[in-house]
């Protein structure tokens, strides 16, 4: 099962601080944050992982 992914939304607008992704099912290797929107505003430009 991949890992559990943080990412944090660098948009101004939005009051999201950060949110995990839990991935219940094995993805593509090539599934990326980019292919994510932020869960507050909707945006998919301004998402950034978190490196730990």
Do not use: Q, W
Not at 19 to 47: I, K, M, Q, W
């Amino acid at each position: 099962m991949p890992s559990t992914k943080e990412i944090r939304c660098l948009s101004d607008d939005c009051e999201l601080d950060m949110f995990e992704n839990h991935y219940t099912y094995d993805v593509p290797e090539e599934h990326s944050v980019a292919d994510l929107s932020c869960p507050y505003c909707g945006r998919n430009d301004s998402l950034e992982l978190i490196e730990l």
